[in-house]
């Protein structure tokens, strides 16, 4: 069996505002520029910010080829059922409702208009950075916040929209072009796959009740994140860039972006990253590993689906030699792990896993023939009925 391991601001200043515990730039675009003492500027209590979550989205990308379907909310049911429960706790995870007609809401707002708000502030953000010349990051660009105002009629630097007015915020603009320019994404790439056409939502959110946006060039995904995970997000910037720089082959996850969109006294923040599995390629098996055998295998539900994820005993069963590599290939494979998960325990973060897609070549061969068989069969049929008509 042939395999293969998918792995997957610069601001003119004009003045100076002291406004609370930061400092507001403004420039002359009216853009206000702010470098906070908390990264994302909002007063709470010092905790220590729980671990990102590096899994549930390379776990939900599974979706995107076989998509589940939005729970079925027609029909009459008989209060305090079972069946009514489960259909109540599906309507509702986290942030995210379905609404008995069907209609996805995030915060009360309805995912169509926080997608398109996310198209017009990511679209004006990297095009304004941009026409900006390249320069060297600098520690301070890690904590620099950009925020913009969205009237509905427009303004002189923002187009009229038919959404209800909005303010987004750009964190670390300059940093996440390095992080793109740094994975070969142009800008005009960039904006085109993300920017151009309306993105397909992902209908089943997992345990956290994210929004999943995905571009219909299936190249990356937008996923709605909580205010601590963002802020220890930004926090871990200063490391990430030195990761990459010295890790250039990591398989971490790659982040092109960290936004926010504020409307009625409402915020929705996402992060914009690669898409590890698209669609354009059949995965015939997945694998969340995580080097432990502790309740490590796929549930009954899960193996149910047509494209289930397995875990690391489904893993042991399937492939008890393992999946053989070139040496070449396993010895900079083994390493980058090692070099990521040093990387991970000085995050201290240790919830984490390795997503393997497979991709068996001699069973693409088999179906490619089956479906060419079958169109020709069908043509044949076709044919045969026309002459006795």
């Known amino acids: 069996m042939a395999a293969q391991v998918a792995a997957v601001p610069e601001v003119k200043e004009k003045h100076d505002i002291n406004e609370g515990n930061g400092k507001v730039k403004v420039d002359e675009e009216g853009l206000t520029s702010r470098i906070e003492d908390k990264s994302l500027g909002e007063t709470v209590q010092k905790k220590r910010p729980p671990p990102v979550d590096l899994t549930e989205a390379k776990l939900l990308q599974q979706q995107i080829s076989h998509g589940s379907k939005t729970p079925n909310t027609s029909g009459p049911q008989t209060p305090g059922t079972a069946t009514e429960k489960k259909r109540d706790r599906e309507r509702k995870i986290g942030h995210r409702r379905v609404e008995e007609g069907g209609q996805i809401t995030y915060k ?50 923002t187009p009229a929209h038919h959404f209800t007015d909005f303010k987004f915020k750009i964190y670390a603009p300059v940093a996440f072009r390095y992080f793109r320019d740094l994975f070969g994404i142009q800008p005009d790439d960039f904006l085109l796959s993300v920017c151009n056409e309306p993105m397909r939502e992902l209908t089943n959110p997992g345990a956290s009740g994210s929004i999943f946006y995905v571009t219909t060039d299936d190249e990356f995904i937008l996923k709605t994140v909580q205010y601590k995970e963002a802020e220890f997000l930004q926090k871990l910037l200063p490391g990430y860039y030195m990761n990459l720089s010295q890790n250039p082959r990591t398989l971490l996850p790659k982040f092109f972006g960290l936004y926010c969109y504020q409307c009625g006294g409402k915020n929705v923040r996402m992060i914009a990253m690669n898409n590890l599995l698209p669609s354009s390629i059949n995965l015939h098996q997945k694998y969340d590993l995580k080097g432990s055998t502790y309740k490590r295998k796929a549930s009954k539900y899960e193996r149910s689906k047509g494209s289930p994820t397995f875990k690391d005993l489904d893993f042991m069963e399937h492939h008890p030699e393992g999946i053989l590599l070139e040496a070449e290939t396993y010895n900079a494979l083994t390493k980058t792990i090692q070099r990521d998960c040093r990387v991970l325990e000085s995050f201290k973060i240790m919830d984490y896993s390795l997503l393997i897609g497979v991709h068996n070549l001699d069973q693409a061969g088999r179906e490619k023939m089956g479906q060419t068989e079958q169109i020709k069969s069908n043509f044949e049929e076709n044919n045969r009925a026309a002459s006795a008509g």
Do not use: H, N
């Open 108 to 157: 009360k707002i309805q995912t169509s208009q926080i997608m398109g708000s996310f198209q017009l502030g990511i679209g004006y953000a990297v095009g304004k950075l941009a026409s900006k010349p390249e320069r060297d990051v600098l520690m301070q660009d890690f904590a620099i916040v950009e925020t913009i105002s969205f009237a509905g009629e427009g303004s002189t630097f």
